[in-house]
């Protein structure tokens, strides 16, 4: 069993080597990096700290946009092409194949987040970016269960990446919608307010506030408690264990 998992998950990471998702990643952490210069010098004030955070800001999205888009792609991919009809006919488990899939691209998104954080290391220092830098993985890590389990739902690029995108924007909101549910201006005790309330507090419930991850405060105010970073590993293994369980429950109901 391990040895099929693991075979998946190493052709899975030469697969992004093939297409040229490092070279990608490369120029778009570069151009980012390289943009943070020029936003450090039009700054009046405080440039060093104005240019890591447009820099961590930016690179933050850019790497969640491309390991979504690149997984999506990638199994999208296999199911267009029949690819993965005949992995399985070679009686190979589906469970098998979800987990070598999840961990070739976990490798991918730990590959994207370190990449991500080596620039910090100059002007922030080596504890904050790596405390950055292990938080953007556990990010890309949650994104990347999360692009699987919506490609294998619905089997098309469309609509799992706007699915996806939806997601990451209401997780890194959830916390500012949850301190308006609480304090309305008005209405608070209306009907209508109540039953938005309750729905906000069930899906805060249930995604990850992604607003406390991978803050750009560490790198420029002051570093995180390292017990602070344990609790996200906690959250992140969590939501990744229930993705991939969802992810493998849904491939089983299918046939091919």
């Excluded at 899906?203 to 750009?216: E, G, I, K, N």
């Amino acid at each position: 069993m391990q040895n099929r998992i693991a075979t998946i998950a190493r052709y899975t990471a030469l697969e992004a080597l093939r297409t040229k998702l490092p070279m990608v990643a490369a120029v778009v952490i570069g151009a980012l990096f390289g943009a943070s210069f020029f936003v450090r010098e039009i700054a009046i004030t405080d440039s060093a700290r104005f240019q890591t955070a447009f820099y961590a800001a930016t690179v933050r999205f850019a790497t969640v946009f491309l390991a979504a888009l690149h997984v999506i792609a990638s199994v999208s991919r296999e199911f267009q092409d029949k690819g993965l009809e005949m992995i399985l006919a070679l009686d190979l488990p589906r469970t098998h194949y979800i987990l070598g899939r999840l961990g070739g691209f976990l490798l991918v998104a730990a590959a994207l987040a370190a990449a991500a954080a080596f620039p910090l290391l100059v002007s922030s220092g080596w504890e904050a970016a790596a405390q950055w830098g292990v938080s953007l993985a556990l990010e890309l890590a949650v994104i990347v269960a999360l692009s699987l389990f919506c490609v294998v739902t619905f089997s098309q690029l469309m609509p799992a990446a706007s699915f996806v995108i939806a997601f990451y924007i209401l997780a890194r909101a959830i916390t500012a919608i949850r301190l308006i549910s609480a304090n309305p201006v008005a209405g608070g005790d209306a009907l209508s307010h109540q039953a938005m309330s309750w729905l906000v507090e069930t899906l805060a419930l249930v995604m990850p506030a992604l607003d406390q991850w991978t803050r750009t405060a560490w790198l420029v105010d002051q570093t995180a408690p390292w017990t602070a970073l344990g609790g996200l590993v906690v959250h992140g293994a969590l939501f990744v264990a229930l993705l991939t369980a969802a992810a493998v429950f849904d491939l089983s109901r299918k046939n091919f």
